[in-house]
């Protein structure tokens, strides 16, 4: 019988696996909650109006259409029972011969649950669509507001964490009061809005070269937004954040705070490290052999944001999409390799370089050594990757249309607000 | 001082109000519990993953933005007192000396409040979404299923009524499994699914000329939908729909119905008959005099969907986009004539004709007695009719491209479902 290779979890690292394992002598099956693949990196836009979701996400049955080796289902993996080669979902199980675990991160507050509800931070779709809600909520609030004060809090934005999120949310953030919503409002002025970027360490992209932290925080203050480094939160309620620094505390009034500061592995992780005997770091990640696959299970893979990769390197590979590609196809050739007998080498990553976007026209590229560079012409190669990742043709179309338009215009047009259903007789499923 | 006209609602009766009094010598106020404008003639689109939200949306406070005189405040209206010229909002109340009420209608169960559970109708985005998430649900349960009884359930959608919108419904649902997702699945055959349109009168789109519903019919069925006309529902719940014909009573499996059977006024069209002590009909509409105000108080305004008006006309005008687009404008004229102190004729209606869209090139077109037609001109008509009413530029464009790609790949690109969020920490309000 046609070996089975089942896969949990349909983003860069899953999708890439079954891509490569199609047309190959094998039966897929992809199992993930969702039925599209999502193109995180520009999540960021749909929450600031740029996009609509519909432009950054592909139906997986429709990716994977022409495959016929491949099927997809749309349910949840719950458990596992390894030395029985089974997975078990929420109807039913189904039993594999190769298994592939690729259910990515999940946002995480260190241990503070409630900021979460004052705090949206940005890892689906749901949440870009909330903060998208909050965001523009804030300014038709200050436009109604009736003191100065209420006006200056509806108008404070505080964007928790510095990496490439809330670089992102920062940077596009300020573009929308400065730019794009100059002249809607009559009683505000959408200018004087305040993008405060709040992070603990002492720069900017810390994954980043420091000369690049350097440049992204000067684009960044070109931008208007405040950059406030080695500053920790210590509170965060509805009327603002409390921060901590070497001189002191302070306290931030911002009525919409924006969470960009940690993730955790998703759930699934800790089931499968218990199952196999695992041991996780401390961000919940697996740790895995040099082939991708866990200790005592030669059969069994963990790829993607969920490993924990540090085989001769200095530090784990982080949590970024290009990883997460190279090892769903490594691990696809591994699978086949092993079918026929054969041997693979171990994993290695051959990094391309890095690229963060800060605004219009303003980003940094980490291309290596010889190779780093902020401003227009590392904006111009981040849309020309990202466009080019864009996994199918309609999509990289229309979002570069969109783009051209937001560029000539410094419009954004996915600017509606939906109402979160509040009926509870609405069921969650039908 | 300069006189202040409130216009309730940003449809497309209170937009065009707006728009007409812009430049005007008077003060505008647009009130809308929502930020965009809505083209609810492609809300079947979003319903059927064809186009996204912000496809058919566009931010009021944009369409308005060069207009200085108007101003855009996103909150509700709630009571009025109209001797004191005073209308109530959520937060806080305004004095008008001119109102425009035109909040529009909402979906009208006939009293079967639960039947809104298990039929979700199409009058919002978020209704729009909902159905969406349904109806792609429904074929990854049929892949999922394990009995045979299951799967034709998951693949039978009923839609209740087959005017415009029940019509629109049942056609693109049939293109979606005939063509879209035909080679998207592995274990069920998605060109199998049944569509069933139910219609308690004796023809399609009742209100079109009998000709041209025959032909609708056979547009229909040349789909593929099932027409069942002269059937009543009697009861709906989640494993199908009870039907009444003259012959008896009968049952379908359908785990996927929709509702498309009726309309009543939004509940502030009865606090404004209160108010008035206004009379209303039997879907809640309130009779208008001739120059649409409200009996006793010239400077109260109903237009749109909300009003009854039938001055010298065999039956009320119905509720279409034209209609309240005309009464907009009409409103407009008739204020700024009544600042200056002029006198204003009675509102005319000038019917250019009506036009209904069955699926892929299919439709029906009423230009008056001699203009009658359906099919591929029609379709085009209607195409060209709605991409040029569609209010913004950039929509317009990217609405046309995203049809010509479906026209040329049969593909829907907007297939997201999303999770309605059940986490009830989840606040609607920041």
Redesign the interface.
């Known amino acids: 019988m046609t070996p089975h290779v089942v896969i949990i979890g349909g983003g860069f690292g899953g999708l890439n696996a079954a891509l490569s394992l199609a047309r190959r002598n094998v039966r897929v099956t992809l199992v993930d909650r969702?039925?599209?693949h999502l193109f995180q990196p520009l999540l960021y836009q749909v929450a600031t109006g740029g996009?609509?979701?519909?432009?950054i996400?592909?139906?997986l049955?429709?990716i994977l259409?022409?495959h016929?080796n491949v099927?997809v289902?749309?349910?949840d993996a719950t458990g596992f029972d390894l030395d029985n080669h089974l997975v078990q979902l929420r109807?039913g199980s189904t039993h594999y011969d190769f298994l592939v675990v690729a259910p990515g991160v999940r946002n995480h507050y260190f241990g503070h649950h409630d900021w979460?509800?004052?705090a949206p931070s940005l890892k689906t779709?749901?949440d870009a669509?909330?903060i998208r809600r909050?965001v523009?909520?804030?300014f038709?609030r200050a436009?109604?507001a009736e003191t100065d004060d209420e006006r200056k809090a509806w108008l404070t934005f505080a964007v928790i964490g510095a990496g490439p999120t809330g670089v992102e949310l920062a940077g596009a953030m300020s573009e929308l009061g400065r730019d794009t919503?100059r002249?809607?409002?009559?009683?505000i002025d959408t200018r004087a809005s305040r993008i405060v970027l709040v992070e603990g360490a002492d720069r900017t992209l810390p994954p980043f070269p420091a000369k690049l932290s350097t440049q992204c925080q000067r684009q960044l203050e070109r931008l208007g937004v405040e950059v406030r480094l080695e500053s920790r939160v210590t509170a965060i309620d509805?009327d603002g954040v409390s921060i901590e620094t070497a001189d002191g505390s302070s306290r931030l009034a911002a009525?919409?705070v924006l969470w960009a500061a940690g993730v955790t592995a998703e759930s699934l992780g800790q089931v499968l490290a218990d199952a196999a005997s695992c041991p996780t770091d401390g961000q919940g990640r697996l740790m895995v052999n040099e082939d991708l696959s866990v200790a005592g299970y030669h059969n069994v893979f963990v790829i993607g944001d969920l490993a924990h990769f540090d085989h001769g390197l200095p530090s784990p590979l982080p949590g970024i999409a290009p990883v997460a590609m190279q090892q769903g196809r490594y691990v696809a050739q591994h699978i086949v390799a092993d079918i026929r007998g054969a041997a693979s080498g171990p994993f290695r990553y051959r990094n391309k370089g890095q690229l963060a976007t800060i605004g219009r026209a303003a980003a940094v590229a980490d291309l290596g050594p010889r190779l780093r560079f902020s401003g227009y012409p590392a904006w111009i190669l981040w849309l020309f990757v990202h466009l080019m990742y864009l996994v199918?043709f309609?999509?990289r179309?229309?979002v570069l249309?969109?783009w051209a338009?937001h560029y000539i215009?410094w419009?954004r047009?996915?600017?509606?607000?939906?109402?979160?259903?509040?009926d509870p007789?609405?069921?969650?499923?039908?």
């Open positions: 969702r039925n599209v996009l609509s979701p519909g432009d996400t592909s139906p049955r429709r259409r022409r016929r099927r289902w749309l349910t109807d979460a509800r004052v779709v749901e669509i909330e909050r523009l909520l804030a038709e436009e109604l919503l002249r809607d409002f009559r009683a509805g009525r919409t199918e309609q999509n179309v229309m249309l969109q338009w215009t419009n047009g996915a600017r509606i607000i939906t109402v979160p259903p509040s007789s609405r069921e969650p499923d039908p």
